[in-house]
């Protein structure tokens, strides 16, 4: 709700003082009071309905009845329903104006709040002109004079802004929201809750399920619930898909063996269905408020909203990574450029690991919840949040706001028609607030014998760094989904015991927007005499045998390769392209391949199961006419040459 909402008017304890004297209240009227007074007894008992029955009933009979109204105008607020409460709190201001001055707050508020900021703006500078006001509530109405004055530019400066209805197969007369998608953009996962206003069928427990739909032809089609024991009949939502969609992080309140109020929770799909969830336990979760996970493509950092200790407001975006022992280690606070006195909800990391979108309300802006962007940088520090802009943000709560891997498409639920309660939308964000686009590589792998799938070990390595950005295992049936952010160049390795390794490299240094996504079909070798494989990551200085540091990690992943294979001899060739001449090129060549050897033998190899030679343009893979065939023909390669005993 919004962080109004939690300021409790002042007026009502006023008018609740006096509620059993006819002095001092603004009707002549006997029945309109015992009326008023039956409303104030079923407003102590929150039964809203007969209040707003008694209460509308005594201004019936009273037109000016100064205390019915805002008492009107505090119960429309309540239920949200601010429209109604700001056309009854005028009411009474022009009934009397000079009255009981606090009703300039509560009507600013209602103004505000149903986006009317231009009269907002103007009662909120009424109050604060006033003496005597609560010092608690001046502070709120100043704050909310910068989101007025925030807003009523904003509606004048809009952003491009065209969301569509994602469509019948997601969208019901249920509230659908929280959306969250993988890398490849062809599942959506989502929360969906019964709407018992706009579902008139509808006659069991509100409660929140996960259904997952993907796209096909541009179409998503039909959801189906995700099922147990993933859906309880407790509320689960709120969650985050893995960028592969095989894990998933999500947040569940109140349910048996948590640590707080709301925790969260992790299930993997493995078999054709969800595990037993999880609770991440301590130190992510604490006996305070968890929930909004978001992880990052590389699986390996999480962020999520807690109202625990040492924050800077009510709740704050917190970050945990993995450590080399797969566990979380202590959340850490995002700080201060991001975190505020407010609350911070609902932060989603895109796929290129460095732009955050995340919801706040101690933010200026158009008041309530708002979406933010901040970067991270350089330093490791966070950007100063940007407020995405009208019309994307309202007067309403925005929050939830998901983007696919290519930066420019972007997901969020709204209630656009409410008679369809929430639904989700997708829309073009503009280009100002987009991420840095992201591609990925998908593929499955293979024996090369048999045909069989085989589960493997992956990583992909940033050779502009020489990093290791993600090491992971592929699936049981060897399928696999890495993230490739633009800007860097990448290596992948693929291992298995008993296997030779398989690398690739993808070259996206300098591109300024994805590619297309690789699709991979990878075939690993045995390990006998005979085989051989590339090793597609390492690199020389133009015109020389010197290794460029880009080469370490794959030289390293081969000394593991025959450190654990002790029964191993290889030989290491070299290969050019057709530039220069075959003398040139066979020197060339054969002093790669003992650059390559040397390294091993520092390494710890013994030099009697290596060998080097170097094969010149003998035998070109490519065509040395364009740059991909000579880069094909320049390569290394490792053979296994014996296997000892």
Partial sequence: MKNIHKIFFLAICWVLSLSGFSQGLHTSSGKALKIYNEGLSAYDYLDYAAAEKDFKQAVTIDKNFYEAY?????LMAKQNRNLEAALSYKTAVKIDSLFFRPVFFNLANAEMMSGDYFNALRHFNVYLAQDGMSAKNKIAAAKSVKNCEFAITAIKNPVPFSPVNLGPGINTIDDEYWPSITADGQTLMFTRQPNPVTNSSFKGIVQEDFYISYLTTGVWQKAFNAGAP?????NEGAQTLSSNGDYM?????????GMGNCDLYFSAFKNGKWTEPSNLGSPVNTRHWESTPSVSADGRTLFFSSSRPGGFGGKDIWMTRLNEKNLWTEPVNLGSNINTEGDEMSPFIHFDG??????SDGRVGMGGFDLFITRLQEDSTWSTPKNLGYPINTYNDEMGLIIESGGQKAYYSSIRDKSKGKDIFSFNLYESVRPNPVSYMKGKVYDKETGRLLKADYELINLSTGKIMMKNITDDSGNFLVCLPSGYNYGINVSKPGYLFYSENFMFEGMHTAAEPYI???????????EKMLL????????SWDIKKESLSEL???VTLLSENKNLAMEIGGYTDSTGSDQYNKVLSEKRAMSVVNYLIKKGVSSDRLKFMGYGNTSPLGDNVTIEGRKLNRRTEAKIIELKK
């Fill in 70 to 74: 805002i008492m009107i105008g505090d």
């Fill in 230 to 234: 993933l859906n309880t009949d407790q």
């Fill in 249 to 257: 992080f999500f947040t569940a309140c109140n349910r048996r063996g």
């Fill in 354 to 359: 460095k732009t955050l979108y995340f919801a």
């Fill in 520 to 530: 991979k079909k990878i075939i690993l070798n045995p390990a006998k005499v005979g």
């Fill in 536 to 543: 597609a990551n390492v690199f020389y200085e133009v015109d």
């Fill in 556 to 558: 390293d992943n081969l």
